[in-house]
């Protein structure tokens, strides 16, 4: 699975915080993430951490599912959270790295894996969204 941490303060993120949830949120679905074209997105927005997982199915559906941070834990209701518009670039990028590395004709998974959203740093040498600031 590919990860994404995005900030809305473009403070690193502690993804330690979000690995519980995914784990568990995982579990909850009927899937063999092994071989499922998948990411996660870490979002530390300004009020609360957001975790979107996705995942391809169908052919060429994106399945999604949104949790966020509450004091009482973790909550998953579409009909309340989502992801945010913070987020569509990373989306855009999954969608071409999709139909590039599981949808043209050929299929492989660990080319997708490998092919993550990047942005330049200051000097202009390719990073991870890793560190994305929302606002940027």
Known sequence: MKL???SS???SVDIEDFL???RESKEEKNIDWKTTASFAIFHAGA???YLVLAWWGNGN????????EKEEG???DSNRYSFCLWDLEVFWHERNSFIKH????????????ADLKTEPDESGQPRSLRSLRATS
């Open 4 to 6: 994404y941490t995005i």
């Open 9 to 11: 303060s473009g403070a």
């Open 20 to 22: 519980p949830r995914v």
């Open 47 to 49: 009020e609360m951490n």
């Open 61 to 68: 559906e994106l399945f999604t599912s949104v949790s966020v």
């Open 74 to 76: 973790w909550v998953e």
């Open 102 to 113: 599981m949808y043209s004709g050929h299929t492989d998974i660990e080319a997708y894996r």
